[in-house]
């Protein structure tokens, strides 16, 4: 069952075009990825669905056309920006927004769920980066939304907060919940989602599983490796598998197509140079990225 459909959503602020139809569906049950670098109109993309901005064109259906009143009863939402004041305490910022809908969830329990049973009475402002996190995910949830929208969820948190929080986001999952998941993280994207929008400059380039976007790049393979032996970059220029040689301080990658590793290897074996520390790797999302836009996420 679709839960989320997009149709050529548009959305302009004055010269600037943010999100340029943009097409994508959700099916229920699913984390589903919206994957972009800051800027790509990623967050314009979801407050268009959680009903927040007024699209300029195109069309939006969540769970078969709810809005209003009857959406946000059953759409829980963490804002990419958001903070409460630095002392409410954790109980009472669950007891206001459960305040806000008819049927809420348990809240206490929620607390426990989130791992924040012990901060019940702990100022937000005394709270960690990582912990304000899981109470905005209890908040998100407070509700007992069918989807739950998480914008740039674990941005600034440290490794192993970020963990903890995905940990928590996949257990919301496993309860049924549908979770749209606004990020920029490879990593995160990788691990959590069954399948990924890419947006890039307001437009969506793909939409495909993690290992089906990253098919798309697995054309292009790299070696690293330390050469021990005079080594001239001319003997592997002249390869047809090779499209191209660096060198980064005494490594050298090569980047090419087909059978690289065996044209490499053997070339470099016939120039008298032997391979110490060779490395093969593997396609990344970052790689399907890089293939999809012609440019790092960084970027």
Same mark, same amino acid.
């Given at each position: 069952?679709?839960?989320?459909?997009?149709?050529n959503l548009r959305k302009r602020y004055r010269d600037q075009?943010?999100?340029?139809?943009?097409?994508?569906?959700?099916?229920?049950?699913?984390?589903?990825?919206?994957?972009?670098?800051?800027?790509?109109?990623?967050?314009?993309?979801?407050?268009?669905?959680?009903?927040?901005?007024?699209?300029?064109?195109?069309?939006?259906?969540?769970?078969?056309?709810?809005?209003?009143?009857?959406?946000?009863?059953?759409?829980?939402?963490?804002?990419?920006?958001?903070?409460?004041?630095?002392?409410?305490?954790?109980?009472?910022?669950?007891?206001?927004?459960?305040?806000?809908?008819?049927?809420?969830?348990?809240?206490?329990?929620?607390?426990?769920?989130?791992?924040?049973?012990?901060?019940?009475?702990?100022?937000?402002?005394?709270?960690?980066?990582?912990?304000?996190? +899981? %109470?905005?995910?209890? /908040? @998100?949830?407070?509700? #007992?939304? *069918? &989807?739950?929208?998480? $914008?740039?969820?674990?941005?600034?948190?440290?490794?192993?907060?970020?963990?903890?929080?995905?940990?928590?986001?996949?257990?919301?999952?496993?309860?049924?919940?549908?979770?749209?998941?606004?990020?920029?993280?490879?990593?995160?994207?990788? +691990? %959590?989602?069954?399948? /990924? @929008?890419?947006?890039? #400059?307001? *437009? &969506?380039?793909?939409? $495909?599983?993690?290992?089906?976007?990253?098919?798309?790049?697995?054309?292009?393979?790299?070696?690293?490796?330390?050469?021990?032996?005079?080594?001239?970059?001319?003997?592997?220029?002249?390869?047809?598998?090779?499209?191209?040689?660096?060198?980064?301080?005494?490594?050298?990658?090569v980047t090419g197509t087909g059978d690289l590793l065996v044209?490499?290897?053997t070339a470099l074996a016939s120039a008298g140079v032997v391979?110490?520390?060779?490395?093969?790797?593997?396609?990344?999302?970052?790689?399907?990225?890089?293939?999809?836009?012609?440019?790092?996420?960084?970027?």
């Open positions: 069952m679709k839960v989320i459909e997009v149709s075009l943010a999100v340029d139809d943009v097409s994508f569906t959700v099916e229920e049950g699913e984390i589903f990825g919206v994957l972009g670098p800051n800027g790509a109109g990623k967050t314009t993309t979801v407050e268009c669905v959680a009903g927040l901005r007024t699209p300029d064109s195109g069309t939006v259906r969540v769970l078969g056309g709810l809005d209003g009143a009857e959406l946000k009863e059953r759409l829980g939402v963490q804002l990419q920006s958001s903070a409460l004041p630095a002392k409410i305490k954790v109980w009472e910022a669950l007891d206001l927004y459960a305040s806000f809908y008819r049927a809420p969830a348990d809240w206490g329990a929620l607390l426990e769920r989130v791992g924040l049973g012990d901060k019940r009475d702990t100022f937000y402002g005394k709270l960690s980066g990582g912990q304000q996190q +899981r %109470l905005s995910i209890a /908040l @998100a949830l407070v509700g #007992a939304p *069918r &989807v739950a929208i998480l $914008d740039e969820l674990t941005t600034g948190l440290d490794p192993q907060a970020r963990r903890d929080t995905w940990e928590l986001i996949e257990q919301v999952r496993a309860d049924g919940v549908t979770i749209v998941l606004v990020t920029h993280f490879m990593e995160e994207a990788e +691990r %959590l989602c069954d399948r /990924l @929008a890419v947006i890039d #400059a307001g *437009r &969506v380039v793909a939409v $495909d599983s993690p290992s089906g976007l990253v098919s798309r790049a697995a054309a292009h393979q790299r070696l690293r490796f330390r050469p021990i032996g005079a080594f001239d970059g001319a003997v592997l220029d002249a390869l047809p598998e090779v499209t191209e040689v660096s060198r980064e301080g005494g490594r050298i990658e044209a490499v290897t391979p110490a520390d060779l490395r093969v790797e593997q396609a990344t999302l970052d790689d399907a990225f890089l293939a999809l836009t012609g440019k790092k996420i960084s970027e």
